[in-house]
């Protein structure tokens, strides 16, 4: 069935470097979600990527979806300690009924101060 | 959180019995999904239902069993023939769609310990 790949599993940061996380898949795919889970809590809608080579920013992140609609990345700059958390992607699975997501297992994320 | 909401937070049980988790929402969403998250797995889907009195399985359906009676609400029972219930369990909701896939709000989870 189809997958989403997300590399690295986990990242370590000083406070103040940048932080990249990965999502890949084999096929090509309709679209895209990031999630952010905070320790403890549950995961919170980031944003969607439909467009192919789409480019998206919120304050320090950017999202990206690649040209061939088969990665995604999210970039972080500066990383603050509120970054912590896990982050992970999401894409569409229309090989069962529509609406439903296939997750990466995630990149965790820890902030040294 | 966010108009939905998971009962309790923390659920202990004994081996071998049925134990129903709560999920209600208020924000008319029609398509609603139970997740079971466990350390390094992320989330893997167990049911998820698009409309009132339809439901499917998702990956990992195996001991598990849900009802979608009303709009609102989708409970989730973990029966004893489920091996390894010990997890945090996640209900979300999306508005659905035919086109494209919505976002999903999540609600707190419920945390079930099974000894």
């Known amino acids: 069935g189809q997958q989403v790949m997300q590399i690295p599993q986990y990242q370590h940061v000083q406070e103040g470097e940048d932080f990249t996380t990965y999502c890949n898949s084999s096929?090509?795919?309709?679209?895209i979600q990031w999630y952010k889970q905070r320790p403890g809590g549950h995961p919170v809608f980031l944003i969607q990527l439909v467009k192919s080579g789409e480019v998206k920013k919120q304050k320090r992140l950017t999202f990206q979806f690649g040209e061939a609609k088969k990665n995604s990345s999210l970039h972080i700059t500066a990383t603050q300690t509120t970054d912590v958390g896990t982050y992970f992607c999401?894409?569409?699975?229309?090989?069962?009924?529509?609406?439903?997501?296939?997750f990466g297992k995630g990149t965790k994320l820890s902030v040294k101060p | 959180d966010g108009g939905i909401t998971q009962s309790p937070k923390y659920l202990f049980r004994k081996e071998g019995q049925n134990v129903t988790l709560s999920c209600e929402q208020n924000l008319n969403h029609d398509a609603m999904y139970w997740y079971r998250q466990d350390p390094g797995q992320g989330l893997r889907l167990i049911y998820y239902s698009q409309i009132v009195n339809d439901f499917q399985k998702g990956d990992i359906a195996e001991g598990y069993s849900v009802s979608r009676e009303k709009k609102e609400s989708f409970p989730l029972t973990v029966t004893s023939a489920q091996k390894n219930p010990t997890a945090f369990y996640l209900c979300?909701?999306?508005?659905?769609?035919?086109?494209?896939?919505?976002?999903?709000?999540f609600g707190p989870g419920t945390r079930l310990t099974v000894t």
């Open positions: 979300a909701s999306s508005s659905g769609g035919t086109l494209l896939t919505y976002e999903q709000y």
């Open positions: 096929t090509t795919l309709s679209n």
């Open positions: 999401a894409a569409a699975n229309y090989g069962g009924s529509q609406g439903n997501l296939i």
